[in-house]
């Protein structure tokens, strides 16, 4: 079963506009990391955020975890035509192991 | 920089052959995994390795195996390939600290069509 769960599913948007992905998860988490995927390449680290943080910056991304709803968001701000990719969070559930949703498909268009 | 590779970018492999995709690492990291990906489903974890020999199964092991003889070198292998195992696959590494899980690095993937 998954453990995070990725809302929108897909997300259009003009460049210089903020896109925000959301993400749900059902069990209590060490961290939760999100990742970005150019299409048809590997998967990218984007950012680490711990259960003990509420927010966590980088560059043009923000996120932000509240662990008692269980959710965390990611926000691009200033979007490019370059962000256009898949965005997946993922959560600990077993230990060094992480367990990933099913992805934001991200379309910045220029 | 943390340098996965992965031995194909593509495969064509038919019903019933014996498929080894490989994988290396150059960060002497502990942990490696194997996922595959699917539309709509995300990365499932295949497998998982913490040390040399050492191994885990993941969500979705049946069908395939693996093989870890040396730190650098993780290699998943599909027994007898079937029309289902047609998917992307992807490598990954990271370091091992205890219980809680780190950022990993991945590879860029082999996309293996089974016919």
């Known amino acids: 079963s998954q453990q995070g769960e990725e809302d929108p599913q897909a997300l259009s948007i003009q460049e210089g506009e903020n896109a925000t992905m959301n993400c749900s998860y059902k069990?209590?988490?060490?961290?939760l990391q999100w990742y970005r995927q150019n299409s048809g390449r590997g998967l990218v680290h984007l950012i680490l955020?711990?259960?003990?943080?509420r927010e966590k910056h980088s560059g043009r991304l923000r996120v932000t975890l509240d662990t008692s709803k269980k959710s965390s968001s990611l926000l691009i701000t200033a979007s490019r035509a370059a962000d256009t990719a898949s965005y997946f969070c993922?959560?600990?559930?077993?230990?060094?192991?992480?367990?990933f949703g099913a992805g934001t498909i991200l379309r910045v268009k220029s | 920089d943390v340098k996965v590779t992965q031995s194909s970018r593509y495969l064509v492999k038919r019903t019933g052959e014996k498929v080894f995709l490989e994988c290396v690492q150059d960060?002497?990291?502990?942990?490696m995994f194997w996922y595959r990906q699917d539309p709509g489903l995300g990365l499932r974890l295949i497998y998982f390795?913490?040390?040399?020999?050492?191994?885990e199964k993941g969500d979705i092991p049946e069908g395939y195996s693996v093989s870890r003889e040396k730190k650098e070198r993780f290699s998943l292998i599909l027994e007898s390939a079937s029309t289902n195992q047609t998917s992307m696959y992807l490598c990954?590494?990271?370091?091992?600290?205890?219980?809680?899980?780190?950022?990993?690095?991945f590879g860029p993937g082999t996309r293996l069509t089974v016919t």
């Open positions: 993922a959560t600990d559930k077993y230990g060094n192991k992480l367990v």
């Open positions: 955020i711990r259960s003990n943080e």
């Open positions: 960060m002497d990291h502990e942990n």
């Open positions: 069990t209590s988490i060490n961290n």
């Open positions: 990954a590494s990271s370091y091992k600290r205890g219980v809680i899980a780190y950022e990993q690095y």
């Open positions: 390795s913490y040390d040399v020999k050492m191994k």
